[in-house]
């Protein structure tokens, strides 16, 4: 009853304003003829017609003057909005579109249980300015849920070949801690046209590394490897420093983090670091000799074993004890011997100089120390190590907010974020991953061979592998 009173009220009103508007036509009723007037009709409007002259020749004799009567003033008409508040009202009626992200698309493929997302790589582009992560892969179906939910992706995928194809991202994080699928996953990356930023070691062989490496020069694509020390501001600090800190450098010891990994699994994951930091400091390396042992005995390619824990590839001997030859002249020692775990402390490298030392403990973030002078001479003298810079507190300034492992992998990307605008050779490059793992592999050749060997490797294949043998 409502809904029909309403519709009355508005039709008497619309109706009469638009017809004193002059906007609707009166005296026809929706296209039909008007009906023709009957004799008793004309003959009323004639007696109403004479009624009316009368009245006015009476009303006439009362009026003093003949001024004419004033004209009816015009019907009312509505106002037509003016153009502005037109256009205003039709820009708020019209949808407005999202503004297009002028960024990075960025995506991270990771396999859970298959070397997960190694060291927070699936963090990687987190609160990153101009850089938007639009998708994850797990390879591992049941975990993808949990994994797209802590990465904070928009979508989720269970195959990167798909997300590639798909997604087109720019920037790819190639995540997992095992090495087996890396080769394939990189340079899916790159054919897909993506800058790849991988977890280390980059791949198993030199021929998978010379590979994606000429594919990325080809696409001018830059490839960036998580090798966190290399943009530390302390190692970098120290590194312009150091010959007034100790000296021309004539020594490198490196030691391993010699834990139940000591040996070939210990060089492989954590030499590729160190090694990374020993061709920074000491240019690129001559030849190397190397003695492996296993339970204390010499041992051969044939001998390779793999990882309890993860899928790296063939590795051999518990113990490792190797010497470069670099082309600076500086000398290099490696060690992973379980036996000396305790002796030589966390891992990292020893820096000796002309005039002192320095020792950088491996870690993240990394620290390092110096050795206070003290008599060399003296048989009952005391050496004591003070950390370097002395005066920073806090140690390590977060990084945009972040600390750890997170503030370490954020100075890698914001480094390879700028090598890619900036097209130049990011600090933690792939072609510098390269060499590191190539040491790596030297060792094994020298250690299996029993004989020098000399850089660049000649074999690209893995040293340890049936197909080297």
């Given amino acids: 009853m409502a809904d029909d009173d309403t519709q009355k009220q508005h039709a008497i009103y619309g109706s009469a304003g638009m017809a004193a508007a002059g ?5 026809k009723s929706r296209g039909k003829s008007p009906k023709e007037p009957t004799d008793e009709k004309i003959e009323e409007e004639e007696v109403e017609a004479v009624g009316i002259t009368e009245r006015a020749d009476s009303l006439s004799d009362l009026v003093i003057g003949t001024e004419e009567p004033a004209p009816p003033e015009p019907p009312v008409v509505a106002e037509e909005p003016a153009d502005d508040e037109k256009n205003e009202e039709e820009e708020q009626e019209k949808e407005i579109p999202l503004p297009v992200f002028q960024g990075h698309r960025a995506v991270v493929i990771g396999h859970t249980g298959r070397g997960n ?4 790589l699936d963090l990687l582009f987190r609160r990153l300015d101009g850089v938007r992560l639009v998708a994850i892969v797990d390879g591992e179906a049941e975990a993808l849920e949990e994994s797209h939910a802590r ?24 995540a997992p801690r095992w090495t087996d699928q890396h080769y394939e996953m990189v340079k899916a990356a790159l054919e897909a046209g993506a800058h790849v930023c991988c977890e280390r070691p980059l791949c198993r062989t030199l021929k998978e590394a010379d590979e994606l490496l000429a594919l990325a020069a080809e696409k001018n694509l830059k490839i960036a490897v998580v090798h966190q020390m290399r943009c530390d501001p302390h190692v970098a600090l120290f590194h312009e420093q150091r010959e007034e800190l100790i000296g021309e450098l004539v020594e490198m010891k490196v030691f391993g983090m010699m834990d139940h990994r000591a040996g070939g699994e210990d060089l492989l994951v954590l030499g590729t670091h160190l090694f990374d930091l020993v061709r920074w400091f000491g240019g690129e390396a001559s030849y190397c000799t190397a003695q492996i042992t296993k339970e204390g005995r010499p041992v051969i390619a044939e001998e390779a074993h793999f ?5 790296l590839g063939p590795l051999l001997g518990d113990a490792i004890h190797a010497e470069f030859a670099m082309d600076s002249g500086v000398h ?5 011997d379980q036996r000396l775990s305790s002796l ?15 020792r950088l403990f491996a870690g993240m973030p990394p620290t390092l120390s110096l050795l206070v002078a003290s008599d060399p001479a003296s048989p009952d003298r005391e050496d004591r190590w003070q950390r370097w810079p002395a005066k920073e507190e806090p140690y390590h300034e977060p990084v945009e907010k972040l600390s750890g492992t997170d503030a370490a992998n954020r100075l890698v990307v914001n480094d390879w974020l700028a090598a890619i605008a900036d097209d130049r050779e990011p600090a933690c490059s792939g072609r510098r991953a390269m060499k590191s793992l190539e040491m790596i592999h030297g060792v094994w050749q020298a250690g299996a061979t029993m004989k020098r060997a000399y850089f660049p490797l000649t074999n690209r294949l893995h040293p340890l592998s049936e197909e080297s043998l």
């Avoid at 030589?344 to 002309?354: A, D, K, L």
């Fill in 117 to 120: 997302f190694g060291h927070g």
């Fill in 344 to 358: 030589h402390g966390p891992w990292g490298i020893e820096f000796v100089g002309t005039n002192g030392k320095a």
């Fill in 332 to 336: 290099v020692s490696y060690v992973s």
């Fill in 307 to 311: 990882s309890e824990k993860e899928d």
């Fill in 151 to 174: 990465s904070g992706a928009e979508r989720a995928y269970a195959d990167y070949r798909e997300m590639l194809e798909q997604e087109k991202p720019d920037l790819v994080s190639v």
């Fill in 23 to 27: 906007m609707i036509r009166t005296g």
